[in-house]
């Protein structure tokens, strides 16, 4: 099928200049992130994805054709999904995420086997995910690469007791405890200690009088002991991975961080996130702020906005698998330096924010960016008459003219010391950081 530009305009029937490439994506129909891509796909001109249902991959109903492009996307907010994935029949249940994690990543697993092995091409690997969704293995990962991280324990915590001796130890008064495999803040506890009986949390978790968990969209503070406790030995059976919390920057008095998200090893998209609580989910009532003053607070401090893209990029260059990721950036009082926070397999959802300025993606959303991504790595291989297996899965475009960064020749990222990975010390892994002015190069080939 020719790739050459139609004079007809595009519509479902009539496909136009993209009718080259078929995709096709496993969501919930209902979803609006489903139906975002689903736009962003008609609109450059391809015929509408085929959405294969969660409910109906999950029983096994799915089958892929060669050559789609197979967009893997959030089961989130779906209650028959939910139930399906962790036997619960109320979707703001905090407990069951290790249930949770082991049956969605053997459902991506299945689904990207299905997919290569009918000659098509998903959007992300088993792997990927699977670290992803692990938020020990993905802070575990990051380290080892070089990317700055907080410090965090290393090794499993069993309750409230073991992590109030562990944190003492290492000398850790202010942490963040999340659980492993949670997501969108679900299960987050902000915790303060200052000596014997003296502790606050901060969380959206709710406390039923039964001693059940749920979330909720107000944050609460729970300031006694015996419920922080409660709280800790509900949330450690399905895992937790505790860090500690750094001072964020603040903007217009409000703790401030940023969302970039990485097309094909790319910064394109950033956005800044404020609030008056530690978390700063726009669901839990924060609010994005002003990219454009953060740029000048970075630069006052004598340090680069480059360099948060760059730490977002060397962070996406661990997940070489995967299309698209959205990458948490915690920058420091004071602005001056950056450490990766999370990274999202499913952090694309920015409705109406568009490209970065010299990103490649001006003017586009971050779906829209994904479609035009699978685009260009499409297009010369169509040329070349190579077929989707015989070529590295999501090539990067040829970085923008516009971008001001200089980039030599990529370079793997400098392993971490033992000592910060070491599972076995149970100690803090050492922080990263990128000292002002200096960025250490990556693997811009790999795709995130």
């Not at 689904?111 to 959007?123: F, H, K, Y």
Request: glycine share 10%; aromatic share 4%.
């Amino acid at each position: 099928m020719s790739l050459s530009r139609s004079d007809t305009r595009p519509s479902p029937d009539c496909p136009g200049p993209g009718s080259g490439l078929r995709f096709a994506v496993v969501g919930n129909p209902e979803n609006r992130r489903t139906t975002m891509f689903a736009d962003a796909v008609r609109a450059a001109g391809h015929r509408a994805p085929r959405v294969l249902a969660w409910r109906d991959v999950l029983r096994g109903q799915y089958a892929f054709t060669p050559g789609e492009r197979v967009r893997i996307d959030s089961p989130g907010e779906n209650a028959e999904v939910d139930r399906l994935l962790r036997d619960s029949d109320d979707p703001t249940r905090v407990e069951g995420t290790a249930v949770w994690y082991r049956r969605f990543t053997a459902a991506v697993q299945g689904v990207t086997e299905a997919a290569r092995r009918a000659g098509a091409v998903p959007s992300t690997g088993p792997e990927d995910v699977a670290v992803m969704f692990d938020k020990r293995r993905c802070h575990a990962r990051l380290a080892a690469a070089g990317v700055p991280v907080p410090p965090a324990l290393t090794g499993p915590v069993g309750g409230w007791d073991e992590l109030r001796s562990r944190l003492t130890e290492a000398g850790i008064s202010r942490a963040f405890v999340k659980p492993a495999h949670g997501s969108s803040a679900s299960g987050v506890v902000a915790l303060a200690t200052a000596g014997p009986g003296r502790v606050k949390a901060t969380t959206s978790v709710e406390t039923a009088p039964d001693g059940r968990l749920f979330n909720s969209l107000r944050v609460r503070h729970y300031t006694s002991e015996r419920e922080v406790a409660a709280l800790v030995d509900a949330l450690a059976p399905d895992g937790l991975h505790v860090e500690r919390w750094l001072p964020k920057a603040s903007q217009g008095g409000r703790a401030a961080d940023l969302r970039v998200v990485v097309v094909t090893g790319r910064a394109t998209h950033a956005v800044v996130r404020t609030s008056r609580h530690p978390m700063t989910n726009l669901h839990l009532g924060g609010v994005r702020g002003d990219l454009g003053a953060a740029r000048e607070a970075i630069r006052a401090a004598g340090a680069r906005f480059e360099d948060v893209l760059d730490t977002a990029e060397r962070a996406a260059a661990c997940f070489p698998d995967t299309l698209c990721v959205g990458v948490d950036i915690l920058p420091t009082t004071g602005w001056r330096r950056f450490a990766v926070g999370e990274v999202n397999a499913f952090g694309d959802l920015l409705p109406r924010l568009t490209g970065l300025p010299g990103s490649g993606a001006e003017g586009l959303d971050t779906y829209a960016a994904q479609v035009t991504a699978v685009q260009r790595a499409h297009t010369p291989r169509a040329a070349s008459g190579r077929t989707p297996g015989e070529a590295t899965q999501h090539e990067q475009p040829p970085r923008a003219a516009a971008r001001t960064r200089t980039h030599k020749p990529p370079a793997p990222a400098p392993k971490s010391p033992p000592s910060r990975t070491k599972e076995a010390s149970g100690r803090p892994t050492e922080p990263a950081t990128v000292p002002r002015g200096h960025r250490e190069e990556h693997h811009h080939d790999a795709t995130a």
